[in-house]
């Protein structure tokens, strides 16, 4: 089965106050030994596939550079990269390759690479068409920055565009998430993600809630009813735009949906490349997961990776709590081949009697209520904790 | 050594008025201790006594002084515990002296602690002699601190003794002030034995050591003695005496101080206040002041494992061992599975318990709402006692109850008497006297309910006088009260282990505090929970907990499907930790939400 590539590029200009994610901002010099080490691995990653007993194909069917903020590196490094993934893949010509970029960054000799690596798709992380609401957060764009790059892109032949939005952000009402649903309906982008503020203890605004403070305008988020109501009605609107929903974030129109992300909800094969990058493979008995070091330090020092089997138990919770994802859902005929589902009808049957999901003939799925609470239906497909 | 030449003393001070540094400076001066030898606080042994700077077990220990006048004196140092819930402990470790120190921080003043302790000292007849400490600071002030000791305590303090325990200075006049103005002990080492035991503890090697004070007789190793509250009888295997390292010696004679080992189990077959005599040739009476220590604070403990329990059971059984004050019995909730009701004599008591059990044990515990016994007198004219809120009587039962009231001490500056006021007037306090005792100090004399107390009241009264205030109490009386008993209803289901025993005029708001802590403590559920409390099948106050609305894991950061399962099994293990009640997952702080009510309104 052919791979999915990607690589994660976590530096940034600044680092955005919601951001839960291991990106931050570095000095250029740590760049080129990143560069490095990521084109090490890419030439070594057969051999590291067997050792971790892992089958990998050598034909790629999509490419994702992921960020952090892909295009802060120089061009000769991305050219690097690129270059590197032509010679130890199997890149198939009708492959999706996808790069995140940061509204603002795209300078044309940016653009004129995507174009001569063949980039068909570009992720831009809009979060907000309100420029209050984008700079609140540390966004270093405004809404004509993001229009203007969309023009660019589109003149240059890149037209498989998906925007980023986030729900329950400082300063948004139900009014001006109106106004970026609008917005980024009227650009005609056939891909839209939708996020929802996650409020932990991995971010600065996630600590500031928590603690129930008023830097980074915590106190100007919306509660947690607000941002369920604008979450729901993105889907209303978006599908009434045509973008359907085929996952809890992401909506597309019929043709779009991301070859790449379908990759991690439907367990196929894919290889992550960089600081805490995840790959999955099919082995022998199940799958098995691997990754990097988290830290920027261990990866660049040539850290070994952390290594995961995935036995039969943990690949039907897998797929589960990933398939569920997906508005078509879970086939039970279908899954019932390969796995024992007997310890999981009972918790199916609850689960439809509450509301979280529906049956059609073999086919289970979120409703759209399960779709805000999943994690609340994910977790009962894990056996009890250890 | 002839009687002449024994002085027993103990020492009175208020928390950080300087009672250990002054106890260190003594055994050095004596050369008891070396200086090599000399650690902070030499008789404080256990870490949560030097953490907080309290006396929890007495100690006594014996000096030789050579005084001015040429003779050598043995001095026995009867060190005990200063707080109110040990009060009875104190007692009997007074009743073994003839002279006490009064020691008074020069700066600080009288506080209602010393206050209490003091009275106890003059009651049981001692000689005081006031020490004023810590002479050396700045801010000292001698004539005001003399003018309150005079007016608090009533004592002379034209001839306090001025010390600086920290640098020595004075010192030595403490030294002679107790040989000279101390009285030697009475007694006759030849008439029947009658030695009193002041305090015990367990150790794992000997059993229960003892230490007594001999009133009357020889105390000898190998005798056969008899303890007569409980009619025991044991052997004497071995006699000793701290100096203040453990020295064993043959003999206690009338007037001395030392402590006894004699094959006892547990610390509660030897009781403080029990008189020991000799088996074949008893005293006619035993000495007089035993009392039976009766807990007066009372809590369930459960532990938040609910797999630990068995080893809360063995810890409370080892602690015992050490303290027969405290006293446990095996308690089941619906909400906390099963624990122990615990009876403590005060809330300090119940603190070091509790604390000690974490420690020294291991153990995470959840403590319900402490509350007191109360008399509850049926309509049939059986009286029966009452101190678990699982345990109350259905009203229609119930004739009269009386609960218990404490005359509180409480000692301040005018200037936070106003905040003090309004605070013991909302916990039902009724004044019994009110005075300077100099233009800077205030007394006040106040009975209140001891279930106003056990709650928040010693945080409520630090708040109020920025902890310009102390207090001081005993049980005083009891209070025919409309009491009522309090639920907490979950979606329905009543939270046994959250009911309370409350006042009926204070029930409404106490209720709306309840569930309003408890609506911010209880997570959002899949759905609409109501939380109410109710007295029987009247519902008082309501609060809800709206139904959640999204949890949802949107980001799928580069296929990192590992941190998903971690935050599932994360997110699955939280529900674990939480007591299910019906299908509401509560988290433990929500069983602390009584506790936490008062916090707020501060």
């Known amino acids: ?386 | 050594m002839d009687a002449a030449f024994l002085r027993n003393f103990a020492i009175i001070a208020h928390i950080d008025h300087g009672k250990s540094t002054l106890a260190d400076r003594l055994l050095e001066l004596t050369g008891s201790v070396t200086a090599r030898e000399m650690q902070a606080q030499v008789l404080d042994s256990m870490d949560l006594e030097r953490e907080r700077g309290i006396t929890i077990k007495a100690h006594a220990v014996r000096m030789l002084y050579n005084a001015l006048d040429g003779q050598t004196y043995q001095l026995n140092l009867i060190d005990t515990p200063g707080h109110v819930d040990f009060s009875y402990e104190v007692s009997r470790s007074l009743a073994s002296c003839e002279g006490a120190l009064l020691i008074v921080d020069a700066s600080q003043g009288v506080e209602a602690q010393t206050l209490a302790n003091s009275y106890l000292a003059i009651n049981n007849g001692l000689e005081i002699i006031p020490v004023i400490n810590k002479i050396d600071l700045p801010s000292a002030d001698i004539p005001r601190t003399k003018e309150m000791i005079e007016g608090a305590v009533g004592l002379d303090a034209s001839n306090a003794v001025l010390i600086s325990a920290k640098t020595g200075q004075g010192v030595p006049d403490v030294l002679e002030a107790i040989v000279k103005r101390i009285p030697p002990p009475k007694g006759d080492p030849e008439k029947r034995l009658q030695a009193l035991i002041f305090d015990s503890w367990f150790d794992s090697y000997r059993g229960v050591i003892v230490l007594v004070r001999v009133f009357q007789g020889t105390l000898r190793k190998g005798q056969k003695i008899r303890l007569m509250w409980n009619g025991k009888v044991l052997d004497v295997e071995a006699l000793g005496i701290q100096c203040p390292k453990p020295v064993e010696i043959e003999e206690l004679k009338a007037g001395e101080v030392g402590f006894l080992v004699a094959n006892i189990k547990t610390v509660s077959d030897a009781k403080i206040g029990d008189t020991i005599t000799d088996d074949t040739n008893p005293a006619i009476e035993p000495l007089p002041g035993f009392e039976e220590i009766k807990p007066m604070v009372f809590a369930g403990l459960y532990t938040v494992d609910a797999h630990e329990h068995t080893q809360l059971r063995e810890a409370l059984e080892k602690l015992r061992l050490n303290d027969s004050s405290f006293f446990f019995e095996p308690e089941s909730s619906v909400a906390l599975g099963f624990g122990f009701r615990c009876g403590f004599l005060g809330l300090l008591h119940m603190e070091i318990i509790q604390e000690r059990l974490e420690r020294e044990f291991n153990l995470s515990l959840i403590t319900t709402a402490p509350g007191v016994r109360y008399k509850i007198y049926k309509t049939d004219g059986e009286m029966v006692e009452v101190d678990n809120p699982s345990r109350w009587l259905n009203p229609s039962e119930i004739a009269k109850i009386e609960e218990p009231v404490i005359l509180a001490t409480i000692l301040t500056q005018p200037e936070y008497v106003g905040g003090i006021l309004a605070l013991v007037e909302e916990k039902r306090g009724r004044q019994k006297t009110f005075e300077y005792v100099t233009s800077n100090r205030v007394m006040l004399h106040y009975e209140l309910p001891l279930n106003e107390i056990v709650l928040d009241f010693y945080d409520r009264l630090k708040s109020v006088s920025r902890g310009y205030a102390s207090l001081d109490y005993h049980l005083a009386d009891y209070w025919e009260s409309p009491m009522v008993k309090l639920d907490i209803l979950v979606a329905g289901e009543p939270v046994d282990a959250l009911s309370i025993i409350v006042h009926r005029d204070f029930a409404y708001e106490r209720g709306k505090a309840l569930v309003s802590k408890m609506r911010e403590l209880i997570p959002r559920q899949m759905f609409e929970v109501a939380i109410q409390a109710s007295i029987g099948a009247k519902i008082i106050a309501r609060e809800t907990v709206h139904a959640i609305r999204k949890n949802v894991l949107a980001k799928c950061y580069g296929g990192d499907i590992t941190r998903k399962r971690k935050l599932l099994e994360k997110q699955k293990e939280g529900k674990r930790r939480m007591k299910r009640i019906g299908r509401v997952d509560i988290p433990q702080e929500a069983f602390l939400a009584v506790l936490k009510v008062g916090e707020d309104s501060n």
Request: charge should be negative; charged fraction near 20%.
């Open chain 1, 1 to 386: 089965m052919p791979l999915g590539l990607y690589i994660s590029v976590p530096f940034c200009r600044t680092k955005c106050t919601y951001c839960n994610f291991a990106s931050d901002v570095f000095s250029k010099a740590v760049f080129q030994r990143y560069v490095d080490r990521i084109c090490n691995d890419i030439a070594q990653a057969p051999i590291t596939a067997e050792q971790m007993g892992g089958l990998a194909d050598r034909t790629v069917d999509s490419v994702y550079f992921g960020g952090g903020t892909p295009t802060i590196l120089d061009s000769s490094q991305l050219e690097r990269l690129f270059v590197m993934i032509w010679q130890n893949f199997d890149v198939q010509a009708a492959a999706e390759i996808t790069v995140e970029c940061a509204p603002g960054t795209l300078t044309a000799s940016v653009i004129e690479l995507f174009r001569r690596h063949c980039v068909n798709r570009v992720s831009l992380g809009v979060q907000s068409f309100v420029d209050q609401e984008a700079s609140a957060v540390g966004r270093l764009h405004n809404r004509s920055t993001v229009l203007d790059d969309i023009t660019r892109l589109r003149d240059a032949g890149i037209t498989n565009l998906n925007l980023d939005l986030i729900a329950g952000l400082p300063h948004q009402t139900a009014q001006s998430w109106d106004f970026s649903l609008e917005q980024v309906i009227a650009t005609k982008a056939p891909h839209v993600s939708v996020y929802m503020l996650e409020v932990d203890d991995e971010s600065r605004l996630g600590r500031e809630l928590i603690a129930g403070g008023t830097k980074y305008h915590a106190h100007f988020v919306p509660d947690e009813d607000l941002t369920a109501n604008m979450y729901e009605t993105a889907c209303d609107r978006l599908r009434a735009a045509g973008i359907h929903q085929y996952e809890i974030s992401n909506f597309a129109r019929t043709g779009f949906e991301s070859r790449h992300n379908l990759k991690y909800w439907t367990r196929q094969p894919y290889l992550g490349f960089g600081v805490d990058a995840h790959s999955m493979l099919t082995s022998r008995d199940a799958a098995v997961r691997f990754s990097t070091p988290d830290t920027l330090e261990q990866y660049v020092a040539g850290a070994s990776f952390n290594h995961n089997l995935i036995d039969l138990e943990a690949a039907l919770e897998e797929t589960f709590f990933l398939g569920l994802r997906l508005n078509r859902g879970v086939d039970l005929d279908q899954v019932a081949h390969e796995f024992d589902l007997r310890r999981l009808i009972p918790i199916i049957d609850e689960l439809i009697n509450d509301a979280l999901l529906e049956r059609q003939g073999s086919v289970i799925r979120l409703t759209a209520r399960g779709r805000l609470l999943s994690n609340e239906v994910f977790e009962r497909f894990l056996a009890v904790a250890k």
